[in-house]
């Protein structure tokens, strides 16, 4: 028997990615739920070579559903997240409102498998900001072999990481340059077209904003708490996936061919690194994939035990749905989750 599956915010650009993955792996769902607000009721959703009518979450019973893949934004999460856990679902949820709870584990789960077993708690599991989850996968394999010290990331964030109105902008600004018709802006605080935005959510006290605060605090959770990180987030004018120009200093040597041997051999990485023309990896090949590609690598003389390189990923996938169905194989996987169908 099966699992049977919920995803909350299926109409939105995860959602509907969430469900996509979910039939493309294959995961072992007898039924799968399409859930979002009231006024998106009654939609139509895409589920494999099927077709899902959209309910409504408010008045869902999760009593006999296994996992819900929630993707409905960072409030709506925190009223239903609880709920919806007591009623025995395990919630994977794509927001930032769990992520720096510390009964609920932030999981990428070729980084940190072993911390799902703290799931019980809450019955909440949180999946990491779209470019601390590339940046981690990356990191994780160097860590173990070198021990880093220091990370130093600009990140190159699509407009898909704000959404579909992230995106429509884009396209809608483009539109108006080429045919001279002025430019609206509405979701981000700058034109975008053509042009980059050093402000990724609000301002803190300190002058970073709340995304590049969110690398340095999920970094630290997954990884190790020593590591000191410092990060500028930058969005720039690509539909989908992030780039990100990553300088690290390490506790032991390491060279930028061993750093390239142990990425290879690493879950999760390709390493496409050719000193030439075109030897790299940018957003457009990205867009679509699985894995979190890294190029670049090359030491850093400025300092002792230092390397640069550059990684990018489908921030859509990796950054979010991807990894949100990954954390529901790995529950499966280790047998700490049962049909409640079955049961």
């Known amino acids: 028997m099966g699992f049977k599956i919920a995803v909350a915010g299926a109409t939105g650009n995860v959602g509907r990615e969430m469900l996509s993955i979910l039939a493309e792996r294959g995961f072992p769902a007898d039924e799968v739920v399409a859930l979002a607000s009231s006024r998106s009721v009654g939609k139509e959703v ?57 009964e609920v584990p932030l999981i990428v789960p070729e980084v940190n498998p072993d911390a799902i077993e703290g799931f019980t708690k809450r019955n909440i599991i949180a999946n990491p900001n779209c470019s601390t989850a590339q ?26 990481g704000a959404g579909k109105d992230g995106m429509d902008e884009l396209f809608n600004q483009t539109r108006a340059v080429f045919v001279a018709d002025p430019i609206e802006t509405k979701k981000f605080t700058k034109r975008i077209a053509f042009n980059v935005i050093p402000h990724i959510d609000v301002f803190m006290e300190d002058g970073y904003t709340k995304e590049e605060w969110k690398v340095l605090a999920e970094t630290k959770k997954m990884l190790d708490p020593k590591i000191k990180v410092t990060c500028t987030a930058v969005r ?33 990485c390709l390493v496409v690194d050719k000193h030439e023309d075109g030897g790299y990896v940018t957003p457009v090949e990205c867009a679509g ?39 529901a194989e790995l529950l499966v996987e280790r047998n700490l989750l049962k049909s409640r169908a079955t049961a």
């Open 236 to 268: 720039v004018p690509v539909f989908i996936g992030h780039g990100e120009a990553v300088n690290l200093e390490f506790e032991k040597e390491i060279t930028a061919e061993e750093a390239r041997e142990i990425l290879r051999e690493a879950p999760g």
């Open 46 to 102: 895409s589920f494999g070579d099927k077709t899902l009518k959209v309910k409504n979450l408010e008045n869902y019973d999760f009593s006999d559903t296994d996992i819900c893949l929630m993707s409905a934004g960072g409030s709506i999460s925190q009223k239903w997240s609880p709920k919806i856990g007591a009623q025995g679902c395990v919630v994977i949820d794509n927001s930032s409102a769990w992520r720096y709870d510390s």
């Open 135 to 160: 940046l981690v996968v990356a990191l994780k394999p160097l860590h173990d072999a070198a021990t880093i010290k220091r990370v130093v990331v600009s990140t190159y964030q699509s407009v898909s």
């Open 289 to 327: 994939e699985d894995v979190t590609y890294i190029s670049r690598i090359r030491e850093d003389a400025t300092v002792e035990n230092g390397l640069a390189m550059w990684v990018v990923s489908d921030n859509l996938r990796k950054g979010a749905a991807l990894n949100a169905v990954q954390i």
